[in-house]
Nanobody, 124 residues
Framework: QVHLVESGGGSVQAGGSLSLSCRTSQYVASVKRMGWFRQAPGKEREAVATIDIDFHNTHYLDSVDGRFAISQQNADLEVSLQMNNLKPEDTAMYYC?????????????????WGQGTQVTVSS
């Protein structure tokens, strides 16, 4: 069974930085896009950033564009999310996701594999 293994997250004051990492427990040929979603209490899950594994195209939620950067580690199914200038509204549970390339990058239904989630808390 394939798992997405997440690390990183934590608590930081506004303006600070955190990083998240995610890798698959084994190679999965069908995983062509990986990224991060987040869900705050009482809100729907939203796509934050994704990267296309083979072509390295990236996609960002408008509110994080310019502050967050997603990258891929070599040719492996491992991605990192560098989060800078964090704001209290970035507070949420962050989930790593992996799936095929087709479909809208922000559509959670397109992703087959999910991590357990890691908490990011930004205090004002």
């Amino acid at each position: 069974q394939v798992h997405l293994v997440e690390s990183g997250g934590g608590s930081v004051q506004a303006g600070g930085s955190l990083s998240l990492s995610c890798r698959t427990s084994q190679y999965v040929a069908s995983v062509k896009r990986m990224g991060w979603f987040r869900q705050a209490p009482g809100k729907e899950r939203e796509a934050v950033a994704t990267i296309d594994i083979d072509f390295h195209n990236t996609h960002y939620l408008d509110s994080v564009d310019g502050r967050f950067a997603i990258s891929q580690q070599n040719a492996d199914l491992e991605v990192s999310l560098q989060m800078n200038n964090l704001k209290p509204e970035d507070t949420a549970m962050y989930y790593c996701a992996g799936g095929p390339l087709y479909g809208t990058w922000s559509d959670a239904r397109r992703y087959n594999y999910w991590g357990q989630g890691t908490q990011v808390t930004v205090s004002s």
